[in-house]
């Protein structure tokens, strides 16, 4: 059985579908550690309820970002991880974390990618005038939201506020990531 860990910096609803699909049998992993660079995060006390371990941590108590990533490592190694997965953890992985997981840490993110990378990345779609709009889930790099594609999804959203966007993306997620994960795992990732 794969570990996973999943790094999370916010509401964690990405959090909260993977487990659901874990505790249903549809993904064939334990989910042993949540890492969250925000105390206050939502996704912190899910993980607690849910009796998951966490690491939390204030990047501001670190000297720099390979100082809080060796302190990751060490957590994911704690932990026997054999997979990463982002799911709004809004932070860009250094080369600690990349080359002890090669090829080994996802992400999502809500855009059609290369399209509208970083922060926001609906509202900037959104009021850029775009008639499709998706999600993008690809391989990690050093660059932000970059990396190969793994998983695309794209949906037609002309007629919808930017609330039906929001909600029809984050709709799209919550299937796909579970999903896509499934489908890495059985393929030996
Ligand atoms: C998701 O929409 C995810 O795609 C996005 O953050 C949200 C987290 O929501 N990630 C990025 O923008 C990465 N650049 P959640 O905390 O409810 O899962």
Not at 142 to 157: K, P, V
């Amino acid at each position: 059985m794969i570990n996973i860990a999943v790094f999370a910096s916010g509401t964690g609803t990405n959090f909260d579908a993977i487990l659901e699909n874990i505790n249903v049998g549809k993904i064939d992993a334990k989910l042993v550690l949540l890492v969250c660079d925000k105390p206050q995060a939502l996704v912190v006390e899910k993980a607690n309820k849910a009796n998951i371990n966490t690491f939390v941590f204030n990047p501001k108590d670190y000297v720099d970002k390979l100082a809080y990533d060796s302190a990751i490592l060490e957590q994911c190694q704690k932990n026997n991880v054999d997979l990463i997965i982002l799911a709004g953890y809004m932070r860009i992985v250094s080369s600690v974390l990349l080359k002890a997981y090669p090829n080994r840490i996802i992400n999502i993110h809500p855009s059609l990618l290369p399209a509208f990378k970083g922060k926001d990345a609906i509202k900037q779609a959104y009021d850029y005038g775009v008639k499709v709009m998706g999600v993008s889930i690809h391989y990690v790099n050093e660059d932000l939201d970059g990396g190969a594609i793994i998983a695309q999804q794209a949906f037609n959203n002309e007629g919808m506020s930017l609330e039906e966007a929001e909600k029809h993306i984050h709709d799209i997620e919550h299937q796909l990531y579970p999903k896509t994960i499934q489908k890495l795992i059985k393929e030996g990732i």
